[in-house]
């Protein structure tokens, strides 16, 4: 896509489209407007015992943006889960520009200094679009992901877009919305700015979890 960058990527977003490529190696990106989009409620955000367990535990050192390249490079990584990803090298160098213009966050997971585990997405208005998550430590991006939902629910966010779900996603509330639906609650988010620094660049488990309150 010639002539697009990050002014083009965030008229998408807010259009309710999003960009994908092939795989790793394909230079080309092309835009989705699926049908049906996955969201996952804030308000009905669900976290099990055994990971509220781990989050209160710190058992992972959790930052925001300390490391966007080093999380958008692991989620571009294969894995065992995943033979091949939808991130190219277009599609690293867009959302370096989103984050350097503010727009774009990561949540970062460590261990002895090591980056194991987090995820990255796109702020804007009161919407978080969710891109990608890693994670090389059990537990690791669901970690980050309750830190996550802490610092959307205190930032006054209301949209929590995951374009798709998965049984995954599915376990901490995800659910699956018509493309009507979805461009109605994002029109609504697109009206309000929330503030994604809300809460401090690294706060306790503890804390994270005080946003959280249904346990399985």
Not at 19 to 34: H, K, Q, T, V
Not at 69 to 90: L, M, Q
Not at 205 to 212: E, N, R
Request: aromatic share 10%; proline share 3%.
């Amino acid at each position: 896509m010639r002539g697009f960058g990050a002014e083009e990527l965030l008229n998408c977003y807010a259009r309710g489209v999003f960009p994908m490529a092939e795989g790793r190696d394909n230079p080309r990106i092309y835009l989705l407007d699926p049908d049906e989009r996955g969201i996952i409620p804030l308000d009905g955000f669900h976290v099990s015992r055994s990971l509220r367990k781990t989050v209160r535990q710190d058992v992972f050192q959790v930052t925001i943006d300390h490391d966007f390249a080093g999380v958008v490079a692991r989620c571009a990584e294969p894995s065992e889960n995943r033979e091949e990803t939808w991130i190219n090298d277009s599609i690293i160098r867009l959302y370096s520009e989103l984050h350097l213009a503010g727009f774009a966050h990561s949540v970062e997971c460590w261990s002895d200094g090591q980056l194991v585990g987090g995820l990255y997405g796109v702020s804007l208005g009161a919407a978080f679009f969710g891109e990608s998550m890693f994670s090389v430590r059990r537990d690791a991006s669901k970690v980050a992901l309750v830190h996550l939902i802490a610092r959307l629910k205190a930032g006054g966010y209301t949209l929590l877009d995951t374009q798709f779900t998965t049984g995954h996603l599915e376990r901490f509330g995800a659910i699956t919305i018509e493309r009507s639906d979805y461009r109605e609650r994002l029109a609504d988010a697109l009206i309000f700015e929330a503030d994604f620094n809300a809460l401090p660049d690294e706060i306790p488990g503890t804390q994270a979890l005080q946003s959280t309150t249904q346990t399985s």
